[in-house]
């Protein structure tokens, strides 16, 4: 089982609670948990241990731990040791005692490919897109429990000191037990050193290829591509030469988190992610949920990322993937499926890319070392494994919290499962198999910008050919929800009749919008009742927005076979309102009304709408709607404020060059007075919509169009 032998403490003595005594039989080593002392005996622990085991137990304490617990070694293999600790197991005394069992790097075979995973692929993270968003930010720390790392020059002035945590200095491999360095030594194991349990290895450089997909430098040419770009990582050692122990892997979250851990100090710079590609068989053991449970109390720490172990099974029978409070990341191929190796079940929370057996799915590039024992010169290794998705799911918080650095883990997990992307058709994997879907970097930092309210840009208001005035007659108005836009171009037919078409068009980057362009037709602006059944949406083309800032950018179309591309502005005539997507404030209170907004109740007359463009004490009015014979109209109206909520103006129906004509020319656009609209709000999303066109009169309550909850507000 777990019983790997402590091979020689040699007398190097960690603090002075520890026997100095060499040990050469073979021991097994087990946490304990002591109650409170409610007697007030005023006993160590260590003697309250001992008292509890009772003499000729073989209970040897060696060290106290974080969270109040305490190792002992006990003489034997695991099940003469666990039978030895049986008593212990049942005095009062005794909250818990669990084997102290050794953990491995959750690190598979050797792949070659490149590092598709960062891409917006199907089975891909996203992060290329996330990049518009945020690089990240060099106040978070994100933790690497691990075997250390090498100062490689693909992560240069990425990393803290950290601290080296493991206890035994055969595990440590550097001379000692724990230290304030945590570079690699190697965790190779020589053939005199092998034992069942622990067969001869080359050195893993695990934790370096681990931080490497967190925090290698992005985007200057030489080795690899980080997910985040600035945030620091923190390396803490606690697995070495045949993995490492429990109770060493138990105080590094402590000391990451910031909480105490005796003898050790205190950490200066806690993590906000703790990330730990590691794991072994067996439940999860009770020490772990502790310190899962104080690292959050602690108030620094968000999220435990933990692989899921690469056994094909379970991972309710994988630890610590299995404790309450981890996030555990199964390993997904680029194509959406299972990864082979990857332990999956209820217990996983999402999956991300692991690399693949297939090599056509790719797999990923780490940062390594080229040293088989000792560290010799930087490499990169082709690897795989959960061990490398785990690091994937850590990066995408790092980069969440620096631009809402304010979630709590709970909205973190609940991000990360709700922007998941969903497993394509014909996947193997399902929500009760690999978790919630891959994880998407790109959705997961946008949603966490929209708690802020502030950071995502928003393009939403009414643009025109730039420079301004040169192509006036023509305009596009979007109306920006979060990762949407719903745009409705203002145009001339070839006929020259006022002519519109329409673009939901989701985002590919937060600068990138795509979508398909349709013409409607549909009952004339004054059937009644207008009934949406009898709209009908045509496809004609695509369309393309893409902004180099929140006032400038380009329309890319194309239309029945006819390709244009034109660079377009905001259309200025007052003050711009600066609008976000996802305020604190309820759209009822706004008082700026700038929004695409439809008949009330919501969809009671899908087909039609108008968008306001608001600017200080004027609202620019373009009503989509429909002609007499059903073919699309626009009328436009400039509304003047005239009392507390009331705007009023002429509408105007206008006639001008084909949309595709070239030169656009303002001169041959036509506008004919054709009748008076009148907007009256009785809050920031209720209002009457009043028009007498030709004649004909009618009122209408209408309602901001909200298709991304809980919508834009301008102010
Ligand atoms: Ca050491
Ligand atoms: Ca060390
Ligand atoms: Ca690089």
């Known amino acids: 089982m777990f019983g790997h032998g402590l091979k020689a403490i040699g007398g190097i003595a960690v603090v002075a609670l520890l026997f100095a005594a060499p040990v050469t039989a073979e021991e097994t080593r087990f946490i304990i948990k002591l109650q409170p002392d409610g007697a007030k005996s005023a006993l160590t622990r260590k003697a309250r241990i001992e008292k509890a085991a009772g003499s000729g137990s073989g209970v040897r304490h060696l060290r106290t731990m974080a969270m109040e617990a305490d190792v002992v070694a006990v003489a034997g293999d695991a099940s003469a040791a666990e039978r030895a600790v049986a008593n212990l197991a049942g005095n009062p005394d005794v909250a818990f005692v669990q084997v102290d069992r050794r953990r491995r790097p959750a690190i598979n075979d050797q792949y070659a490919g490149a590092e598709q995973y960062l891409s917006n692929a199907p089975g891909g993270i996203a992060a290329t897109s996330a990049w518009n968003v945020t690089h990240g930010s060099s106040s978070i720390v994100v933790a690497v429990l691990d075997t250390g790392v090498r100062p490689h020059a693909g992560m240069a002035g990425r990393l803290l000191p950290g601290f080296d945590m493991i206890d035994d200095p055969m595990t440590a491999n550097d001379g000692g037990g724990r230290d304030g360095d945590a570079s690699d030594p190697g965790d190779f194991v020589l053939e005199s050193e092998a034992t069942t349990d622990c067969p001869e290895s080359f050195s893993s450089w695990h934790g370096t290829s681990v931080a490497g997909i967190i925090g290698a430098n992005t985007d200057d040419a030489i080795w690899t591509a980080g997910i985040d770009w600035a945030a620091r990582i923190l390396p803490v050692r606690v697995l070495g030469k045949c993995g490492g122990y429990d109770s ?34 067996h ?156 994880v998407n970097t790109d959705g997961a930092v946008r949603a966490a910008a929209a708690t802020t309210g502030a950071a995502i840009p928003n393009y939403e208001g009414l643009w025109w050919r730039s420079p301004a005035g040169s192509e006036s007659g023509w305009g596009i108005n979007l109306a920006h929800q979060n990762d949407v836009i719903f745009a409705t171009w203002f145009t001339y037919d070839a006929t020259g009749k006022a002519w519109w078409l329409s673009m939901t068009a989701n985002a ?98 899908s087909g039609w709408g108008v968008n306001f463009t608001q600017q200080g004490d004027t609202i620019f009015a373009t009503w989509f709607t429909y002609d007499t014979d059903g073919s699309p109209l626009w009328l436009s109206a400039t509304a003047n404020k005239s009392s507390a909520g009331v705007f009023t103006g002429t509408l105007y129906r206008t006639t001008g060059p084909a949309f595709n004509a070239l030169p656009f020319s303002p001169s041959q656009v036509v506008a004919t007075p054709v009748g008076t609209l009148t907007l009256s709000f009785a809050s920031g999303d209720t209002a009457t919509f009043a028009y007498v066109v030709n004649g004909v009169s009618q009122s209408k309550t209408i309602t901001r169009q909200v298709f991304r909850t809980p919508g834009t507000l301008c102010q």
């Open 283 to 438: 439940g999860c053991p009770p020490i772990y949920p502790l310190v899962f449970d104080a690292a959050f109390a602690r108030g620094v720490t968000r999220a435990i990322v933990v692989a899921a172990g690469n056994a094909s099974t379970d991972v309710a029978n994988d630890s610590p993937a299995s404790c309450r409070g981890a996030i555990a990341v199964a390993a997904s191929t680029l194509a959406g499926n299972l990864a082979a190796y990857s332990n999956f079940g209820a217990g996983i929370t999402l999956s991300a890319p692991g690399g693949s057996f297939a090599f056509q799915f790719g797999s990923i590039i780490a940062l390594s070392n080229t040293g088989r024992t000792t560290p010799q010169d930087d490499a990169i290794a082709h690897i795989g494994g959960t061990s490398l998705a785990a690091p994937m799911v850590s990066a995408t918080v790092s980069l969440m919290l620096a631009v809402a650095p304010a979630l709590t883990a709970a909205q973190v997990r609940s991000i990360l499962t709700s922007t998941a992307k969903p497993f394509p058709a014909g996947s193997d994997c399902s929500t009760t198999r690999c978790g919630a879907g891959v």
């Open 248 to 281: 060493d892997i138990v105080d590094g979250i402590a000391w990451a988190a910031g909480l105490d851990v005796p003898g050790t100090p205190v950490n200066p710079t806690p993590a906000h992610v703790i990330n730990m590609s590691l794991g072994g068989a």
């Open 508 to 605: 590919t980057t937060s600068n990138i919008y795509s979508g398909t362009l349709y013409q409607t037709h549909g009952p004339a602006f004054s059937a009644v009742p207008f009934s949406p059944a009898a709209v009908t949406a045509t496809p004609v083309g695509t369309g393309t927005l893409t902004f180099s800032d929140t006032g400038n950018g380009s329309f890319s179309y194309t239309v029945n076979g006819i390709q244009q591309t034109k660079p377009i502005t905001r259309q200025v005539f007052g003050p711009l309102p600066s609008c976000a997507f996802g305020s604190a404030m309820p759209l009822a209170q706004a008082t700026n009304y700038q929004d695409l907004w439809w008949a009330a109740p919501a969809g009671a007359e």
